[in-house]
């Protein structure tokens, strides 16, 4: 099988790649993988069952079309500031016109055009004034809410919009290999993800590796056995924070997220808030089914009575050590030993005090959590002592910010990973060291976020309608 363009991986980076090929009207055969299934085949069963079933060969939350995208709470962040290094690659205000032009797209398959926290700039004043008290950084980013519900909606009329137009997509089905000769990337070797049978070779002038944050482990095994050029990234490593919505209530209605980001003492370490829900839920997502890590999705119409975000503190790591994302698993592993396989829930104020939580106490809470199934424990047995004592300091400065945050009952969810750590080495036009191979999105260690990530498929479409040209 030969292709002009191979695509690993159907979440937004791969998906915009592709789509931008084909809008400026590419007559290149295109091919793209995906490991998972069709967007109208993806459901959760825990919605009936109550509970993760540990859905094999993989989970639906993180795997199929669009990628854990589609089951998210569908934010669109709309400032080269929020959302991965990519402008370090290409420049700031060149990555502020992609946004703006990938924005477009989002709206011609119908997002919402209401943009969140634009106005009240005196209310952002004020919020801020209390951020800079905190020694904390407000950044104050527009966003475009797609909803959970509605950005399957709309990844699905992107799917069948790509399918109508020639793009051959292959679903339940794993890429296990890069064919990669004299520096030269050559195409993939693929087979049926279920089965593992089925395989063969796929030859292509162009590799696209976009394989998300659920992929990112496996383009890191890429790189060390191919020696594409990558260095060790930052790891963040964190927790789901949940608190009654009247706690958040001006920030969600002024910004509706919140970007905090600080350097609590005495580490230092960037800690930073991420990925904000408002009436939203927490959920949990399950990578390679063994490992649970927590998660949170905000749907347009239903609500809940508490808002959700994720407080992440970034982890740099020095020679020797080259495998920040084992790490992140090893952290992750161990709350999940304590949680018996489950997401860990814990109250700020047990924290504090020393001690775990019960059961029985967060039935009498002023904050109910809504992830039902998550095991009330202790969390400070299993996150590094690093970890865990910038989240509580971040958590008493945003305090200053939202009074009440620091609440005793404020619920701590565990683990929140975010698996982009391994970066690699790329120039502004994407290539890497290795000859027709392109890496893209938060695999690559470059983006974090649909809207970044959709960027850098935007771009590498052009690009590569550029190169056709030549």
Request: glycine share 10%; proline share 3%; with cysteine.
């Amino acid at each position: 099988m030969e292709q002009d363009i191979l695509i690993i991986g159907a979440g937004p980076a791969g998906i915009f790649t592709a789509l931008e090929l084909i809008k400026k009207g590419s007559k290149q055969k295109i091919t793209l993988v995906e490991k998972g299934s069709a967007i109208e085949k993806r459901s959760c069963p825990k919605s009936k069952t109550k509970n993760c079933v540990n859905c094999a060969p993989y989970c639906h939350i993180t795997t199929g079309f669009s990628g854990a995208g589609a089951f998210s709470d569908g934010k669109l962040s709309l400032s080269y500031e929020v959302g991965g290094d990519l402008p370090e690659l290409i420049g700031t205000e060149f990555a502020q016109e992609m946004i703006d032009y990938t924005d477009k797209i989002y709206l011609e398959f119908g997002a919402d055009s209401h943009i969140e926290g634009k106005d009240n700039n005196d209310k952002v004043k004020a919020i801020r004034r209390r951020a800079i008290q905190a020694s904390l950084k407000l950044v104050d980013c527009p966003i475009r809410h797609l909803g959970t519900e509605m950005a399957q909606i709309i990844y699905t009329k992107i799917e069948h919009f790509l399918q109508d137009n020639g793009v051959t997509i292959l679903f339940g089905t794993d890429c296990t290999d890069l064919i990669i000769e004299d520096g030269i990337c050559k195409g993939a070797v693929l087979c049926d993800a279920r089965s593992k049978t089925n395989v063969q070779q796929v030859f292509a002038g162009t590799v696209v590796v976009a394989t998300g944050r659920k992929g990112a482990d496996w383009l890191e095994s890429m790189c060390a056995k191919h020696n594409i050029g990558h260095v060790p990234g930052t790891v963040d490593i964190g927790v789901r924070v949940e608190v009654r919505n009247e706690v958040m209530e001006e920030v969600n209605n002024v910004l509706y997220e919140s970007k905090l980001i600080g350097y609590p003492a005495p580490f230092g370490n960037k800690v930073r808030t991420f990925c904000q829900n408002p009436g939203g839920f927490v959920s949990q997502e399950n990578y390679d089914n063994a490992l649970a890590v927590v998660n949170g999705h905000s749907y347009k119409k239903l609500k809940s009575n508490n808002t959700n975000l994720a407080i992440l503190c970034s982890h740099n790591f020095q020679a020797p050590f080259d495998e920040p994302i084992g790490y992140a698993k090893k952290v992750g592993e161990l709350v999940n030993m304590l949680g018996d396989g489950h997401i860990l829930v814990q109250r700020f104020g047990d924290i504090l005090d020393g001690k775990r939580t019960w059961s029985e106490e967060l039935s009498r809470s002023n904050v109910i959590p809504t992830l039902p199934d998550a095991v009330a424990g202790d969390l400070t047995a299993a996150l590094p002592y690093r970890t865990l004592v910038n989240i509580i300091n971040f958590i008493k400065a945003a305090d200053t910010v939202v009074p009440g945050f620091a609440s005793d009952e404020t619920l701590l969810y565990g683990p929140e990973i975010k698996f982009y750590s391994n970066r690699v080495k790329m120039d502004s036009d994407f290539n890497t060291n290795i000859k027709g191979l392109h890496c893209l999105g938060d695999s690559s260690g470059w983006t974090r976020g649909l809207m970044m990530a959709s960027v850098m498929g935007v771009l590498m479409g052009q690009k590569l309608l550029d190169a056709a040209k030549q």
